[in-house]
């Protein structure tokens, strides 16, 4: 009986302070935090000339495709990354979000109301929700993909930008940007708030954390100073698939930018990788050193080469090379026959797919790298009806030449082929077919 009064006595205490008594305070080293008791944090943005300024810089990195496939993906996490987002973004104008991966987003786009799509066209405007990072059907890697794959894939996520949100995004910045992206794209430990603790400022907590978390945060963004030039630091908040509750995520960041600034050692705000690169350029008085050669082979520990992504999967890479030789072809004759049609961007999806950085780089799950493979298949049988429309013929493909498998070939005899060379220059080299003759003859025609 004792136990059961004094606990309810207790918890009658703690209302009567709560409703009748101003909140206790408490102190940190060196400042006293000022918990907001309307419920609202200050993430005023303004920046500063004599303390560092620190950009928080919103993002969740979505990979097409890795240990499940691009479709299990986006219907069991990105669906609900971007749902949540745009929720957010609305609470607040200050709150800003960086997004990449078009063939994730125009997935997500079409599943949408025309209200929806007007609010992202309005958070697009007021720079909110940030497109311009990359702007690509995917991150491609940089080292195992043909130079126009990469032009290409990043081309097709542009187009779609500049037809539905006017954003021309600019390719000069491009590969500056996007290296930023590749190093290190998280926060400080401990602090990617979709799994680690949150930012526990009410007094009446007995595991108030508000000092111990603050001091941490402000503490990485010194040191992460020490090695960067001028005023401004960058923190991508967030890793894969970060944000499907994106309330929790961005609650914890009002608070953190609410306290940080209250600290007084750093100037800390929403922002985006544009903002910040500009800010950046705009400091003439940094010199920049200029680095020319590759930054291969990539090394994430002591003698951990990631070299031998050059060469895994090999026929997934091979059939990457088919596929595009087959898109380069069937643009060109398209060109020829000045028949444009878009019913080429299918080829184009599954050849810019393909280059996602944990495809054609061969580290994903054996069922991804199949269902990489079965939509090049797709893609390809599209292409082929294209280009027989263009020739406007029926024209077979010798794909499984190399196990001797053309049933053109071992079927007729005599049969004619067509070479085709979409090269600019004279090319020779030899070509195999098998055939059911001994003897064979091969002749030009006219």
Not at 169 to 181: C, D, F, S
Not at 284 to 299: C, G, H, I, M, N
Not at 380 to 401: I, K, M, Q, S, Y
Not at 409 to 437: G, K, R
């Amino acid at each position: 009986m004792v136990k059961v009064w004094t606990a309810v006595a207790a918890a009658a205490v703690t209302y009567a302070g709560a409703q009748g008594h101003a909140r206790p305070s408490f102190e940190c080293e060196h400042w006293k935090p000022h918990y907001p008791f309307n419920g609202h944090y200050n993430t005023t943005t303004a920046i500063s000339t004599d303390k560092l300024n620190v950009h928080l810089i919103p993002h969740t990195h979505d990979d097409p495709g890795w240990l499940i496939t691009v479709d299990q993906y986006f219907t069991q996490e990105v669906d609900y990354i971007l749902d949540t987002v745009v929720t957010e973004l609305q609470k607040d104008p200050k709150r800003r979000f960086m997004y990449v991966e078009q063939s994730f987003f125009q997935r997500w786009w079409r599943e949408q109301s025309k209200e929806t799509k007007k609010i992202v066209k309005k958070l697009v405007k007021n720079g909110q929700l940030d497109l311009e990072a990359n702007g690509g059907w995917v991150m491609h890697d940089e080292a195992a993909p043909h130079y126009s794959t990469m032009l290409d894939q990043t081309a097709f996520g542009h187009k779609f930008l500049l037809k539905e949100f006017g954003i021309s995004v600019e390719t000069i910045g491009l590969p500056q940007r996007h290296r930023m992206l590749q190093d290190g794209y998280g926060g400080p430990g401990g602090f990617f708030f979709e799994n680690d603790s949150p930012i526990k400022d009410d007094p009446y907590l007995h595991d108030n954390n508000v000092c111990e978390r603050i001091k941490t945060f402000v503490d990485h963004s010194l040191e992460r100073a020490k090695h960067t030039k001028g005023n401004h630091v960058f923190w991508p908040m967030g890793t894969d698939f970060q944000y499907q509750n994106a309330h929790r995520w961005f609650k914890n960041l009002d608070k953190l930018i609410h306290y940080a600034n209250q600290e007084g050692r750093v100037n800390m705000f929403y922002s985006t990788l544009g903002q910040y690169t500009d800010l950046k350029l705009q400091d003439k008085s940094l010199e920049w050193s200029v680095k020319t050669d590759d930054f291969f082979p990539y090394a994430d520990q002591p003698n951990g080469y990631w070299s031998g992504y050059f060469s895994s999967r090999p026929a997934l890479k091979r059939y990457v090379r088919v596929a595009n030789s087959l898109l380069q072809s069937v643009r060109q004759l398209e060109v020829w026959a000045g028949a444009k049609s878009t019913r080429v961007n299918h080829l184009v999806a599954t050849v810019g797919l393909s280059l996602h950085h944990d495809g054609i780089t061969g580290t994903e799950k054996q069922k991804v790298s199949d269902d990489y493979a079965q939509r090049l298949g797709e893609g390809v049988g599209n292409g082929h009806w294209r280009l027989n429309e263009l020739l406007d013929t029926t024209v077979d493909f010798c794909f499984l030449a190399n196990v001797s498998i053309c049933n053109r070939s071992t079927t007729s005899d005599p049969f004619t082929f067509v070479v085709y060379n979409p090269l600019p220059v004279a090319h020779s080299y030899t070509i195999e077919l098998p055939i059911i003759a001994k003897n064979a003859a091969v002749e030009l025609a006219n």
